[in-house]
C-alpha cells in the first residue's frame, strides 16, 4: 500500500470531509498515475475523485466497531517515531 494513503476509520477526532476527499484525490492520482491530469481527462479525472470519496462516505458511515476510538496523536507520534527509524540509516 502508498504510504500516503492514510486510515480514516475509528478516529477521534473523526475523519473530516477534507480528508475523505484528499483520500480519493490521493488514491486517482496513484491509479492513473497522473497528478495533474490533461485537459482532455479532466473530467473524467474529477469525476472519479468525486466518485470514490462519496462511496468512502458511505463506507465510514456504514463500518461498525467495538473498538475504541484511535487517538490522532498517539498514531502521528508512532508515525514520527516509523518515519525517524526509518531515515536514520
Same mark, same amino acid.
Given at each position: 500500500?502508498?504510504?500516503?494513503?492514510?486510515? %480514516?476509520?475509528? %478516529? &477521534?477526532?473523526?475523519?473530516? $470531509? !477534507?480528508?475523505? !476527499? #484528499?483520500?480519493?484525490?490521493?488514491? @486517482?492520482?496513484?491509479?492513473s498515475?497522473?497528478?495533474? $491530469?490533461?485537459? *482532455?481527462?479532466?473530467? *473524467?479525472? !474529477?469525476?472519479?475523485?468525486?466518485?470514490?470519496? =462519496?462511496?468512502?462516505? =458511505?463506507? %465510514?458511515? /456504514?463500518? @461498525?466497531? #467495538?473498538? $475504541?476510538?484511535? /487517538?490522532? &496523536? @498517539? %498514531? #502521528?507520534?508512532r508515525?514520527?517515531?516509523?518515519?525517524a #527509524?526509518?531515515?536514520?540509516?
Amino acid at each position: 500500500m502508498c504510504r500516503n494513503i492514510r486510515v %480514516l476509520h475509528n %478516529l &477521534e477526532p473523526a475523519t473530516t $470531509p !477534507d480528508e475523505v !476527499d #484528499a483520500a480519493a484525490l490521493q488514491f @486517482v492520482r496513484k491509479v492513473s498515475g497522473s497528478v495533474k $491530469p490533461s485537459q *482532455a481527462n479532466q473530467e *473524467a479525472f !474529477d469525476r472519479a475523485v468525486a466518485e470514490i470519496a =462519496h462511496a468512502t462516505r =458511505h463506507l %465510514l458511515a /456504514d463500518l @461498525v466497531t #467495538a473498538a $475504541p476510538p484511535r /487517538d490522532r &496523536e @498517539v %498514531l #502521528a507520534a508512532r508515525a514520527r517515531e516509523k518515519a525517524a #527509524a526509518r531515515y536514520a540509516r
